[in-house]
Each structure stands twice: as C-alpha cells, then as structure tokens.
C-alpha cells in the first residue's frame, strides 16, 4: 500500500475545512485562516488555484455546481466561479461558521455567529440571491447537508434538523446528549441520524424520529494522564466513508480514529500528526482521506508544528465494518 504524503504549498495559517469534490476524486478545497481559499489536485500533490478575495480569515468552503464558495470572519458569502473569479453573494451579520450546497435546488446554506441560517439562491446576481432568513436561538458552529436534509449544531446544545425543501422551520429540534459545547456535526450517508462531536473528548451517535436504533455516546480522543485523570481534547471533525459509512474522527490530540457506528467499535487509530487534527474528509470513493494538522490554540499562543495537510490512501478493506460474531 502507498504511503500517506504531505500536500506541498499548504496554508500559511490555521486551516479551518477541508472538502473533497463530491464526485471528482482528486479535487480537494481548502480554507485557512490566511484569508485564502485553495484548491488542489490530491493525486498529483498540486495546487491548482487559489483566490484571497476575503478581508479575513475563512472559516468554511464547500463545492458549488461551477466553482466553490467561501464564508468567514468578513460575515461575505463569496462564490469563486469556474475557480478564476469571484463574486459576492450576500453577507451576513455577523461572521460566517459554516456552509453547505444543495445541488438539487443549487442553494447554498450558510451559518452564522449573528445566529441565523439563510438560503442563498446560487446563480442569482445581487441582493435577489437571499431566498431565505432563519432566526435561530444561538450561534451556529457547524452544519451538514445530506440529500434533503440538514442538521444544524448550535452554540447552546441543541441540534436543529430541516428539510431543505421547506426551511420554515425545522422538523426535528434535539438537545445534544453531550454536556459539553458541540464542536462538528455530521449527517449519516442512510440519512438515519448524525454524529456529533464536543470539546470535551466525547462523540453521541443519535438517530432521528422513527428510526428504530437506540442513541449513544463513547469517550475518546484522550490520553492518560498523573493519578488515574485522562487528558480530554476537542473532537474537531467528523468524516464518513462514501462506501462503508464508518467514520473518522480528528482531535486536537494529534489523531485520527476510525469507527465502525453498528458494532460501537473502534477499528484504526492513526498517530503521530503534528499537531491538532482540525479537518477531515474522505474523497468519493473513499480511497484517499485527507487530514488537516493545524494547532487550534487549546493552549493558547505558544510554539507550534507549521501547518499541514495529509493525504492518506485507503485500501479496500481499510475501513470496512468487521462482521458481528454471533
């Protein structure tokens, strides 16, 4: 099996997401904290275009149906445009934390700290773009979108499930089972339920309304510690595998695990990252994953590895479920 490889040209600063194309397996977009958006060919190890068109740093990036767009701490929706250009879409209040795209109706989802959800309508010019403004009750950290789904962490707790197709209010409205802010969110592939990750070294598997599988939670992402006391990091990213939906998770320990969600197993735990994982995301056919070491300052200003983004190939059964022992 190859070796995993570092991405040559990474961002300068702290990389904030990192999004494989949803059907190109080699396209791979990236958000930094240096107020650029990169895009880079993973296979060939290249990067093929870049554009600091934001006033600061960005926050989230997210493929469109021609381009990509991006959102951050300049509270702009920015869509880059066949990758050449870019054109502002809309603004928020307040900056911007999370974006999703919805190919079926091209709209573009955005998040935001001025806690309201709005529909951007992707191929219109000007202030016609908005299609609709959702308050919601609390800043929101991160957001999945899956088919005609849509879930929604927000800053108190709760988790916010919509039908894309009717924003006016959501169908599901959960209080995270974990007692510790949310840092990630991520939709199931069968669309059944989410994962969802907090600060606190802990990740819940919960299924919505009318699924027949039971909820629950497991620690992780932690390490021992002087007098039986665990070191707990921040679980910062969730990604699911296209093809075998189990799923990876990244902390600000360094590492990457990956589980297997109906047999509540851990099946690999990857080492010795620089430093914090702060990205993650599988590319469409579930044979590269790629990985954002990036401190993100749990310890405050101090002396840190640079910056860095690993592409790591997955053979066939790397992350396969194991068969349940009867």
């Known amino acids: 099996m190859s070796k995993q490889f570092e991405l040559l040209q990474p961002p300068s600063d702290g990389i904030s997401k990192l999004r494989f194309h949803p059907t190109d397996d080699t396209k791979l977009l990236v958000s930094s904290w240096d107020q650029q958006v990169r895009l880079y060919d993973a296979q060939q190890n290249q990067l093929v275009a870049s554009h600091h068109d934001?006033?600061?740093?960005?926050?989230?990036?997210v493929f469109g149906s021609?381009?990509?767009?991006s959102g951050g701490l300049d509270r702009r929706v920015l869509a880059w445009e066949n990758y050449s250009h870019t054109r502002e879409i809309g603004c928020h209040d307040g900056e911007i934390s999370a974006l999703e795209y919805v190919s079926s109706g091209n709209?573009?989802?955005?998040?935001s700290w001025d806690c309201t959800l709005r529909a951007w309508d992707s191929r219109a010019q000007g202030g016609a773009a908005q299609i609709a403004k959702l308050d919601v009750e609390e800043r929101i950290y991160s957001m999945s979108?899956?088919?005609?789904?849509?879930?929604?962490?927000?800053?108190?707790?709760k988790i916010l499930i919509y039908d894309t197709r009717k924003l006016d209010a959501p169908i599901e409205v959960r209080e995270s089972s974990l007692k510790f802010p949310t840092?990630?969110?991520?939709?199931?592939?069968?669309?059944?339920?989410?994962?969802?990750?907090?600060?606190?070294?802990?990740?819940s598997v919960e299924y919505l309304n009318g699924a027949t599988k039971s909820n629950y939670a497991f620690k992780c992402h932690r390490q021992p510690a002087e007098d039986n006391v665990d070191l707990v990091y921040p679980v910062n990213a969730i990604a699911f595998h296209p093809?075998?939906?189990?799923?990876?998770?990244?902390?600000?320990?360094?590492?990457?695990?990956?589980?297997d969600p109906d047999n509540k197993k851990r099946l690999k735990h990857y080492q010795g990252y620089p430093t914090s994982i702060s990205a993650l995301d599988?590319?469409?056919?579930?044979?590269?994953?790629?990985?954002?070491?990036?401190?993100?300052?749990?310890?405050?200003?101090?002396?840190?590895?640079?910056?860095?983004?690993?592409?790591?190939?997955?053979?066939?059964?790397?992350?396969?479920p194991k068969a349940k022992k009867n």
Not at 183 to 203: A, D
């Open 54 to 61: 934001h006033r600061a740093a960005v926050l989230d990036t």
């Open 66 to 69: 021609n381009g990509a767009f």
């Open 107 to 111: 709209m573009l989802l955005s998040g």
């Open 145 to 157: 979108a899956r088919e005609t789904l849509l879930a929604v962490a927000l800053a108190g707790r």
């Open 183 to 203: 840092r990630c969110v991520k939709l199931m592939p069968s669309s059944l339920g989410f994962v969802c990750s907090s600060v606190e070294g802990r990740v």
């Open 243 to 259: 093809v075998h939906h189990t799923f990876v998770t990244g902390g600000s320990d360094g590492a990457v695990s990956l589980w």
């Open 282 to 320: 599988f590319n469409a056919s579930g044979n590269m994953l790629a990985v954002a070491s990036s401190y993100t300052y749990e310890e405050g200003e101090k002396d840190h590895p640079p910056d860095s983004i690993w592409i790591k190939p997955m053979t066939e059964n790397e992350a396969r």
